[in-house]
């Protein structure tokens, strides 16, 4: 943020076309270094200070090893988070003949600032409308499935798979998959990925079709892999009988793996992004004991984890979060047994948790819809209370700019 405000300074009052004399003898590295540091969307409007920096720029922002630095440098700050917070509007909304055009304000980022306490600030985060690149008109966002990993947004409804960055402001639609094409296939998720040993961008489909063995019905899970860089669609020849309709499942991305949990049967689904195989693990909770008891896959300090939680009457009692143990399979490196790290005893009207952020802050939901940071140390909470009231607020995702471009072939993060 210093970076930005010096830069300002510099180029305050100048026209567009001037060379800033301030800057003329930084060597060029020198500057290659301080885009390096600079949020994605400053960089972009930065081309217009002068001519100089618009090609340096321009020349930049497509140059792999910068691309690459630059995520890295923003991937270690550690002074703030961004959520993307999808919101439904109430019913009222819908009744408004100009609907159509206030969807664009549906999409809020939310920043939480970690370093609140330490800097004095007024505001411990910031609410702002998130726009999209401008997508095609029919794209049903409401119930589209959404995720995201490096700055790009994977959104996917029926067989239509989109990719964007809005940093950028770039957006592609994928090839049709092959596996929309089986009859009663039915798609359950569509997730973003990063394969960082082969610098891509990749994309996992998942769904089932229905078959009937005698009176046992069994829902098979099938799954594509897309890669960026070929822009094609690869089934994994993966197949998962399940007996029963699986539903109720949460995911996450981590350190390059896919993990689906299917609440109705126990399973954690992995998707290693590396070798594009897929694997099934039991995991050791009995749901069936209760139906009160949810589990939500999670990241924490770059590890997988699981919040355990007892609801009641729509408000969760109490929150375990379990760390894996030493015991993992061998073959798809799932873990096998799991540990109690520390136990959270929410107050009042806390429905459930969402996400670990920086600094050990847990992001919560409240019964009401309200959005609440729970600080582990001081076991503190504070309330978000930006959203307008007119609004539903959903999880969306953490959220990191970068300058990845989402076309086919130009991926590289080193």
Known sequence: MMML??????FRNRRWYDDPPECNDLPEEVLVEIFSWLPADSLIQFKCVSKSWYGLISFLIKNPEFVSKHLRNIDNKISSSTCLVFTIPRSSYWGEPDWKSKRRGLLKSVTILHDYYKTNRRRKYVCEDFRLPTLPSDLDLDHAYKSHCNGIICLAIRETVILCNPAINEWRTLPKTCLINYGGFVLRRV??????????????????????????????????????????????GFQLALRGYPKGESYIFCKGVFYWFVRTHNVIVSLNMFDEVFYSNLLPIDLAASEKLFVRLAVWNESIASFVFWREEGVTESIQVLA??????????????????????????????????????????????????????????????????????????????SLLSVQAGNQSRS
């Open 324 to 401: 894996p143990g030493d015991n993992y399979d061998g073959v798809s490196g799932i873990p096998c047994s799991w540990i109690k790290i520390l136990t959270i005893n929410p107050q009042a009207s806390i429905a459930f948790p969402l996400a670990f952020l920086k600094n050990d802050e847990v992001l919560m939901k409240t019964k009401g819809g309200r959005f609440v940071l729970y600080n582990l140390h001081k076991q503190t909470r504070s309330e978000l209370t930006s959203l307008a009231v007119d609004l539903w607020p959903t999880w969306g995702f953490l959220y990191v700019k």
């Open 191 to 236: 997730l973003l990925g990063w394969d960082s040993s082969a610098n891509d961008c990749k994309v996992a489909m998942f769904g089932h079709y229905r078959v009937l063995h005698g009176q046992i019905e069994y829902f098979i899970i099938r799954a594509e892999v897309y890669r960026l860089r070929s822009d094609s669609w690869n089934e994994t």
């Open 5 to 10: 405000r010096v830069l300002l300074g510099l």
